[in-house]
């Protein structure tokens, strides 16, 4: 089974903000579980590799993105446990050239020096993915795998990600957790404890996510912040790229950009604007996902923006 390299510690932050307010702020650091596999997905993955094994596959197929953690992580994961990996990738184009996406694309890189076999499609056909006649093509291709949904999320991954929370997280008020696919938040609220508040910071513009966590979860503690996806998926600005250089600045605290650096950028403006009340305890779930870091600067040194720092 996957191994853990570290154990996740919960960082509080002291800065005059909080003092001001009077709330305590921590971040769940589940980046430090793994190296290439870190937060989310070495939960979500975890019991999902233990099945695949129990069940005689010798190769995991995935979905994702030319800059996915999810494909990432899942080649490092399968490299690591003694699986072929096989990422479907969104953009039939980056694979016209492949070295020289090899070349610029650190994400597809590394993903194919662990191993995995880089299946391009177009972004047409990849709205398909969930498509029993896809599926079945991809099994006339590449015969027996076994099946890991895009972002990871199923219920095997809502399993893994209710282990996040441990009993020395009772004392806090609030847990947020940026949102992909929703697996993650689903396995919070799942193993939350009775007087919590689940808060939901979703990366993207959506209309699905709250019908996609219902799914898995049997509370009710919890809602969705919408206000603070910069415009949409793996969308920044300078606003959001001096925060996260900032935070690491002050906390040496990482953050991605995808993902965690807007759910801390929506917390603090929620602190500042006196949506939680005084004495608030909130944790705030790292889920990991810095890889991503180099690719996003690829993309901020073409616009000519500030880098983040990595």
Known sequence: MLKAQQQPYNQFLNDCLLKKKEIIL???REDLLH????????????????AAKQKGYDTLLTFGGAYSNHIAATAAAGNEYGLKTIGVIRGDELGKNLQKTLDENPTLRFAAQQGMHLYFVSRTAYRNKTNPDFIQNLFKLFGHFYLVPEGGTNELAVKGTEEILQPEDAEFDYVCSAIGTGGTIAGIINSSFLHQKILGFPALKENFLHQNIQKYVHKTNWQLIRDYNFGGF?????????????VYTLHQLPLDPVYT??????????????YFPKGSKILAVHTGGLQGK?????????????????
């Not at 993309?299 to 983040?308: E, F, V």
């Open 26 to 28: 921590a971040v769940k």
């Open 35 to 50: 190296e290439h596999i870190s937060g989310n997905k070495f939960r979500k993955l975890y019991y999902n590799i233990i």
């Open 234 to 246: 793996a969308k920044i600005d300078r606003k959001l790229v001096e925060f996260i250089n900032m």
């Open 261 to 274: 650096g807007k759910m801390l950028y929506g917390i603090i403006d929620l602190i500042k604007k006196d």
């Open 294 to 310: 180099q690719g996003m600067n690829i993309k901020l040194h073409k616009k000519q923006l500030p880098l983040l720092k990595i």
